[in-house]
């Protein structure tokens, strides 16, 4: 599928904008700036995800790691471990199970949880919400208002919920019959059910759509930016480093590896959108004599406050049912999100997961056999336990001398994690399950990473103001999930997409006249 604007080579030296990475939130950037004429680069790491029957399977995507990075990171014990993560257009969005959550108006507040306190942000919900609604018209998310105890009052969904499978259908009426209230999951996909759209198949979440129907940030957002002619994409494109000018308060450059060759591309606005921890690398690296801790760290908070979800997958099993259902990916339970008369503090969110397959879980437990696995997923139900991660300074990305990532992260608010996965193995016992499976990637979960950047209104206190302008720099900008101060216990994606389109205004305003 050959996309206009993409070249083998910069057609220039010297742009408008330059945006490095095309996820959620550089992708999203280039699409809403594309009609203003400016001259716009996108540099962007890997390449094209092919359109394969590798995509679709499993052994393909969870064995021989297809298309993960090879890159190997450190822990905190100095380990190297292999990140989940990927380099190509899109970003990590290809791989994400398209679940596109809205972050909860409290979230937007302190919240006081088990083991310590979720911090305000600098902008309310209200400020955010109308870009929201911009966001999911954009990303074409399924929903229906109404079912979600933690949602408050919105506008409609742009599309209307995936009905439940028959077997999650009879699971929903159960859970209602408990007190729980589950909702539809807000999806984006694109055209399910139609000629040509969406198949609603088993392989979406950790999977890159063979159709191109999910919708992720190179449908939705960079294809649509490269139709037009002033956009301009360059893929297997490293950015090694900014260039600053001599007082150490604009960047000047990017330095690029490219077929090879190191270039050097001008911009006199620079924006990294290469997710929370490479943006936090890639300041690291731009180190000078002016800003010796690396750009725009006078708060020394680069790198620092990395967030991921406490996530446990779990999955009801019973000998002698067997699970039909191909999409069971559209419930979300949000009774346990906020602290209640039977709630002392927050726990989290549920949500029921894309099917497992036999050699996802053979992967945990390689000495039994595949057909053994295969026999159990093929009578289980999935679900993923999802809990805030609170910001701790301590946890943080550094950059070794020979240039490798170090992540250092010690995951907290456990106590309220384990009461939520205990909650819900209670709820699934009383749903007839035998046995219920949970798994958890604790240390080395690299998935919803944010807040290495942290926005805010005060320099000392935050790396970004809240348009995600770095303080230190006039013209260097960090659109993607660096900027959050907290993780909240939804899904990041929206919220990276929402805040990229409230930059992009305030940078067509402001920049780009």
Not at 280 to 302: F, K, M
Not at 377 to 393: F, K, T
Request: glycine share 8%; net charge neutral.
């Amino acid at each position: 599928m050959p996309v206009s604007g993409k070249s083998r080579s910069p057609r220039f030296d010297r742009y408008d904008l330059i945006i490095i990475g095309s996820g959620a939130g550089g992708g999203t950037l280039a699409m809403a700036l594309a009609d203003t004429g400016a001259r716009i680069l996108i540099l962007e790491r890997g390449d094209f995800v092919p359109s394969e029957p590798e995509n679709w399977d499993p052994e393909q995507v969870w064995k021989f790691l297809r298309y993960r990075t090879t890159d190997r990171w450190l822990d905190e014990t100095g380990a190297a471990f292999q990140p989940y993560t990927h380099y190509n257009v899109g970003g990590n969005t290809k791989f994400w199970g398209s679940v596109l959550y809205r972050l909860r108006r409290d979230d937007f507040g302190e919240v006081q949880h088990a083991d310590g306190v979720s911090p305000a942000w600098p902008i309310s919900y209200d400020t955010l919400e109308p870009y929201y609604e911009r966001a999911e018209q954009m990303y074409q998310v399924h929903g229906e208002v109404g079912h979600d105890p933690t949602e408050g009052a919105r506008n409609p969904f742009p599309q209307a919920p995936i009905a439940h499978a028959a077997g999650m259908s009879a699971i929903v009426e159960r859970l209602r019959g408990m007190g729980l209230h589950p909702s539809p999951l807000p999806l984006g996909l694109i055209e399910p059910g139609s000629d040509g759209g969406c198949v609603l198949c088993n392989t979406c979440n950790s999977f890159p759509c063979r159709l191109g129907k999910k919708s992720d940030a190179e449908m939705c957002a960079v294809r649509p930016a490269t139709a037009f002619d002033n956009v301009e994409l360059l893929t297997k494109a490293y950015a090694r480093r900014l260039i600053t000018d001599a007082a150490g308060r604009k960047v000047e450059a990017v330095e690029v590896e490219h077929d090879g060759e190191v270039k050097t591309l001008h911009a006199p606005l620079i924006v990294s959108s290469c997710g929370a921890v490479h943006s936090a690398a890639l300041l690291l690296r731009s180190a000078t004599d002016v800003h010796p801790n690396g750009l725009a760290n006078s708060s020394d908070l680069v790198g620092r406050r990395y967030m991921a979800h406490l996530a446990t997958m779990m999955q009801g099993f019973h000998p002698l049912r067997m699970n039909h259902d191909l999409f069971q990916k559209t419930v979300a339970i949000n009774d346990f999100y906020f602290a209640g008369p039977d709630t002392p503090f927050p726990l989290g969110q549920i949500q029921s997961q894309g099917r497992t397959h036999g050699v996802m879980a053979q992967i945990v437990v390689p000495w039994i056999p595949l057909w053994a696995y295969q026999a159990w997923v093929a009578r289980g139900v999935d679900w993923l336990a999802m809990s805030e991660d609170l910001p701790s300074p301590d946890n943080r990305v550094t950059v070794e001398r020979d240039g490798r990532i170090r992540l250092t992260y010690a995951p907290n608010n456990e106590r309220a994690h384990r009461e939520l996965v205990r909650r819900f193995t209670r709820v699934l016992r009383d749903l007839g399950f035998w046995k219920v499976m949970a798994y958890s990637h604790r240390t080395r979960n690299t998935t919803h990473q944010c807040g290495t950047l942290v926005f805010g209104t005060d320099p000392k206190t935050s790396v970004l103001d809240p348009f995600c302008r770095t303080h230190d720099i006039d013209n260097l900008f960090v659109v993607d999930a660096s900027f959050f101060p907290s993780s909240a216990a939804v899904n990041p994606g929206l919220t990276i997409v929402a805040q990229a389109l409230r930059v992009a205004e305030h940078i067509r305003v402001n920049h780009l006249r």
